[in-house]
């Protein structure tokens, strides 16, 4: 019989968020949009606030970008760019609704110093890119097939520096890399495997023997759009199936409830960026 009675070690996080003061669903550009269901605009404003709370409360600091009318998607900051040691990989955002997205983050970044590496390929930040710092070494994992272009795969490997395994979506529902995948530590992942191509699972299988599966039940309660510190896991409510398999697992699950922002198609993770020195 195998017990689990690791210690799970958090690590403290820098992470950006944007306000969903402007958010509307005014446009579908995913299949969770639909632009005739009414959105509570205080609520999410309220559910949102309470997810920065949660951060904060776990000891990290959560930077803001200032949201601007006209870019209803601008509180999924995680689609702004990707961020590895300290070098920024800019996005570039495949629907022209968001384009405008882009500069914002871009000035964010340079206002404050950072490496910024403005993008010639399309990609839309941390919703295609994941980075694992203890996996063999520092692995970034990239979704691709509805968003992100498989050549800003091999711009992203040029531009970070690290080894970057390109990953195929197969399913529209999970049209960005974390609403499928999520790291859960340093050098673990939580993944759908129904959301990746046959070949593309047996990738994972092969890097992440020891990986958290989730159901589809989990899947499409957002569950994998989740942030975790290595030990407290903040994930979506509904999500109770994959909360029990990470406390299996020695995790501290966190839930919250972020139904407004669900009808835009993102929750936790597509609101939070990690900015990596
Ligand atoms: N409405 C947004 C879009 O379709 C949602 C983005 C969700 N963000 C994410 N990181 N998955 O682009």
Not at 22 to 47: C, G, R, S
Request: aromatic residues 10%.
């Amino acid at each position: 019989m195998v017990t689990v009675n690791q210690q799970r070690v958090p690590r403290k996080r820098t992470y950006l968020m944007c306000s969903p003061e402007h958010f509307a669903v005014e446009y579908a550009i995913n299949p969770w949009m639909d632009v005739t269901t009414p959105v509570d605009a205080e609520l999410a404003v309220k559910q949102w606030d309470r997810l920065r709370e949660t951060l904060v409360e776990l000891g990290h600091e959560v930077h803001l970008l200032t949201p601007e009318a006209g870019l209803p998607d601008m509180v999924f900051a995680a689609n702004g760019a990707f961020v590895v040691d300290g070098t920024v990989y800019g996005a570039r955002f495949k629907h022209e609704q968001r384009t405008a997205e882009a500069a914002a983050h871009r000035a964010f970044y340079e206002s404050q110093g950072w490496r910024f590496i403005a993008p010639g390929e399309t990609n839309e930040g941390e919703g295609d890119f994941a980075y694992l710092p203890e996996a063999y070494g520092g692995l970034v994992l990239a979704g691709h097939g509805f968003r992100t272009e498989l050549a800003a795969h091999a711009e992203a490997q040029e531009a970070l520096a690290r080894p970057v395994v390109s990953l195929r979506l197969v399913d529209p529902r999970f049209y960005h890399l974390d609403v499928a995948l999520a790291s859960i530590d340093d050098g673990n992942i939580a993944y759908y495997p129904g959301a990746f191509s046959s070949a593309s699972q047996r990738v994972l299988a092969q890097l992440f023997p020891d990986a958290v599966l989730a159901d589809d039940a989990d899947a499409l309660a957002f569950g994998l759009n989740l942030v975790s510190d290595g030990r407290n896991v903040v994930l979506n409510s509904d999500a109770s199936g994959l909360a029990g398999k990470l406390r299996a697992a020695g995790y501290q699950p966190v839930p919250v409830e972020l139904t407004e922002l669900k009808k835009g198609g993102g929750s936790v993770k597509c609101c939070i960026a990690e900015l990596r020195h």
